[in-house]
Every structure is written in C-alpha cells, then in structure tokens.
C-alpha cells in the first residue's frame, strides 16, 4: 500500500504546516511521541495517515482503519501532506502510472450508505468472499434483472473485481469491502434471493473467526425471502461438518446437502483442487418462512459527551467485558490542550469495530464514520457514552 520514507525533521513544522494546508485538518500525537495521525481531508473523503519515526527517517503511511478504499486517493494525500510538510524524501511507492485510469468508485458502496437504500433492482443476492469475483461476474452476466452485492475484506481483490466491472461493462453489481457478518444486518428483512458463501477460510485454529455461525445463520434467514437459499462451497470436511451442526440448530429450514456438484464457472482454486480429485461439498439451506420487518431504532450520537480535564488519565486501560461485548480504549492521541483522539475497538468478540474517537471541548463523533448498525453495537456505543461521560457524582473507572 502508498508509504514513503523521508528524512527526519523538525516535527514543530506540523503545526506551521497545518495552519496553512488545505489537506491537513488536524496532527494527534501519542504518549511519548512515538506516533503522529495526521487528519486529512482529500476529495470530499477524511481519513488518516501515520507518521512513524525510527533510526533511520520517519514512514509517512496510511492508517489502515479509516483508509479508503481507491488507492489512488491515498497516493494523492500522502504526496500532498509531504509537499505541505517539505519532507526530504528517501525512498516511495506513491508515484502515479499515466497508463492507468483511475479506479472508478461508481460501484463501490460504503457500509453506511445502506442505511435505507433503494436498490435499483427488484431482485438481489449477495456473495461473501468473492476473491477473483469469477463467479460473481458470471452470475451478474447471466441475470441481468438482479442485483449483486459482492462483499470482500481483502482490498486488491475488491480494486480487481470493480475494474473488471467497469471492463464488461457491467451495471449490476455493487462491492462492499466489508465484513459480512457485519454488513447483513444492514439489509431489510426478506430482501434477498440468494447468498453464496463459496469457500471461506476455514479458521480451523481459530473458529471464532468462521464466516458461518449461529448469529450469521440468523441474520441469513432473516434478510432471505421465503423459499430463498443460502448456499455454501467449501472443500474442508471440518468446515462442512461444523457447518451442517449450525445449519440444523436452525429452526424452520430445509438443508440439502450435494458432493462433488459441478458448477457452470469455476474459480482457479476449485480447478486446482479438482484437479486434486478433492471432494467438494455444498450445502443448501432454504428458509421456510417469511421475517418481520426490522425495527430497531440506532442512534450513534455521543450528545452531551465531549473532553474533560479528566479523561485522559481516568479512562480504563484495559478491555472492559459486558456479557456479548466488549470496549477497548487501546491507545490515546492528543491533538491540542482540550481535543483528543481516540482509538477503540468495541462490539462483538468475533466481530469487533475498531474506529477512532474525537473528542473536543464542545462535542464527540466518530472519525470517519460511525460503526454498523448492529444491536451489539449499539449497546457498546451506549457502553462507550457511559465511560467517558459518568453520571453525576460518579468517578471514571
């Protein structure tokens, strides 16, 4: 991803620099010095980006929890913040290829922009994990009255799958680089037709980590129209068992079970495992019935939180655990003498929000963007409000 190495220099430049930059809206350092984030603002998106000192000159980088996705974006604001700031540059990666056209975001959808959506097509599917997105932009190809939402945490197979979009000239598919198990509770109930799970990572050491749970299960059948199908690949035989038990500790489905099921398209793993004459195992699970709307209403605001003089020293300094959630306060930046930012991370246990706070001496918000509208986390966010406001009389913890 976008770094460059500079020489060190004399960090009082910041501040002079950030009162006269047009893409630099704040510098946080942490205890110590031995981080700086520095604040953007670059074609209408905010994000952050590290600035990191060692023995040999400082790394100016992206901040991997409010990146945004178009890489160029990044390329642009670190070289902006390096001319801004004068950097003596030793080494990069940032510089730009004239060959290349710029990643349209047309087909990219952030999270938070499915907060009462209208889909521009009646019918709608979702694929989790789409790697190459081979199937994908076969299914978009073969349907063209449905809409697919393609959902993939690993960034360059997202930036691969929106070029191939715009190259076939595609219209009916929208990539979320999100985590699925988060970005269903985003969907209205009975919405979808179909979801297609094709070979998740299978977390054997580490099964809390699976794709398919029970909470996923739910949430499936809960966005799933009646008689609409959940559909899992994988060729892990300790997947497939594990799957089968949560499948059948759901009520009212159906799950029909295939081996070795050829299908239309392939991607380049399954032909090699094919090829390995490995078994291939499907399973289907239909829901039987329809769901109640949701209803729940989340509101993310802080209100009457904001910084006190206390904050700083008084907030837990280690993960504090509610039963299903937890709040980690994991690192404090100070930006002036009543502002500061914070990073947390809160939610569920397997599927946690990491955002940064920011705190002044009139209010609270989340930098960038709120979390995901989910029930665990709206009772940390509510955790969260609780902790850096105490009620009256109360003390921090």
Known sequence: MPHLKANPFDTSRLEQALAESQTMTFVATSFGNKETLIGVEHCGEEFLLQLKPDENGVLLKYDKVTRPLKVALLKEAIALVAQELDLEILSSNIAFSSSKAALSSQYFKKIEAFEGMVYPKEKLCVEVGFGSGRHLLYQAKKNPDTLYIGLEIHTPSAQQVLGQIELQ??????????????????????????????????????????VISPSFIEESMRVLKKDGQLELRTDSDAYFWYALETFFASLKTEVTVYKNKALEVTSKYEAR??????????VHVRTLLESPPKTEVIDFNFNEVKYTDKLKECLPQKAVIYEGYFVHFERIYTISKHALLIKCAFGSFDRPEHKYLLLDAQSCRYFV???????????AHQALKALLMPSEGEDYV
């Open 169 to 210: 000239q595609l219209d009916n598919i929208w990539v979320v680089n999100y985590d699925a198990r988060l970005f269903l509770e985003m969907l209205p109930s009975n919405k979808c037709e179909q979801i297609f799970v094709h070979f998740p990572v299978p977390w054997d050491k580490k099964p809390h980590r699976r």
């Open 369 to 379: 963007s709120p979390p995901v509208k989910t029930s665990v986390n709206f009772q």
């Open 273 to 282: 495992w094919l090829r390995q004459e490995k078994d291939i195992y499907e």
